[in-house]
């Protein structure tokens, strides 16, 4: 990519572009993982087809994004957004009652989770390799009129998305999620991240198991372990929390600020539904509210009864909320 000239502007996709490119240049080719297939047969409640999307890393490195596409194509799409350590898995319920109502329902896997690729090493996962990655993604099905619901680095991923291509998007639910730039982080984060990178094996059920307020099925816990065969598989699930970046210090927080930026002058609908028993993002709706133009006068919604994990503990609810959202305020741009 050419850099500008001094004094011209970068947008938030540019300078994500050019931090990526100086971080990720190498000599040698990134190594990847896949999982073998038979690790997702008979997941419950998972029929769906598999769809992918090739992109190709800063060194020429081509890797495959998994992602769900259900629905009438022709309809505008709703993107499901998943966090660490979940994959697509977690929007199993969503899917039915909103292709049921006519949306088309797009659900992919972050790179390092559910059926993408893994890159084998932890320095090959950074934040604004994951924005790239998802840029690539999203730009190559020339996605529009998207309805974005995004949670945990669904939201700190899919809000610069959003910052990056404003006009792909008609309306924005954000829970239990944020987009930080170096000002701290809450107890609750500070805990999952001392254990996230001490626990010796990263026990990637149980973790999703623990930010529920239900008590999943076993099958459900072993539908979470299935991306993982075993821990080589988990680099990219061990590095997310160390790139959140809640110091100065962190890498992105500069791109975070940009990407703000952009956010401050969003005035289409901007919905937040944070749950009420979530200790690493609670009130993390109030900065949506105060900062988003098209937050205004939203019916804004607390998830009672929610984890962290509210997809699992309130789906039917969350279907409803963004099928009535979208209606409520129009047909997408």
């Not at 987009?179 to 001392?194: K, T, Y």
């Not at 500069?254 to 952009?262: K, L, P, Q, S």
């Amino acid at each position: 990519m050419t850099v500008p000239p001094r004094g011209v502007p970068l947008s938030a996709l540019d300078v994500s572009r050019l931090y990526w490119h100086d971080a990720c240049h190498k000599e040698s080719a990134v190594e990847i993982l896949q999982t073998p297939e038979e690790r997702f047969e008979r997941l419950a409640d998972y029929p769906f087809a598999p769809h992918y999307q090739s992109v190709t890393d800063a060194d020429g490195t081509a890797l495959r994004i998994h992602y769900l596409d259900e629905g009438p194509r022709d309809a505008a799409p709703v993107l499901l957004l998943h966090g660490e350590p979940s994959w697509s898995y977690l929007y199993r319920k969503f899917v039915p009652p909103l292709t049921a109502a006519g949306h088309r329902v797009i659900a992919p896997d972050l790179i390092g989770f559910g059926k993408s690729d893994k890159p084998a090493a932890r320095a090959d996962y950074t934040y604004e390799r994951h924005v790239a990655w998802m840029s690539d993604w999203l730009t190559a099905l020339d996605l529009q009129g998207i309805t974005l619901f995004c949670q945990d680095w669904g939201g700190l991923i899919g809000l610069r998305l959003v910052a990056a291509f404003p006009d792909r998007f008609a309306r924005l639910v954000v829970a239990n999620t944020g987009l930080p730039v170096g000002s701290g982080s809450s107890a609750g984060f500070d805990a999952w991240l001392a254990f996230s990178q001490n626990v010796p094996l990263f026990p990637v059920g149980a973790i999703v198991n623990g930010g529920t307020t239900r008590e999943l099925s076993a099958d459900e816990i072993a539908a979470y372990d299935a991306p993982f065969p075993d821990e080589r598989y988990k680099e990219g699930a061990r590095q997310f929390p160390t790139l959140v970046p809640i110091t100065p210090e962190h890498a992105s927080v500069a791109e975070n600020r940009a990407a703000w930026t952009v956010l401050e002058r969003f005035d289409k609908p901007v919905l937040t539904a944070f749950s009420d028993k979530d200790a690493v993002t609670a009130g993390g709706e109030k900065i949506f509210i105060e900062r988003i133009p098209g937050a205004r006068g939203q019916p804004h919604t607390i998830i009672t009864g929610g984890g962290h994990f509210l997809q699992e503990d309130a789906p039917e609810q969350l279907s409803t909320l963004i099928d009535s959202f979208i209606r409520s305020t129009g047909a997408p741009a």
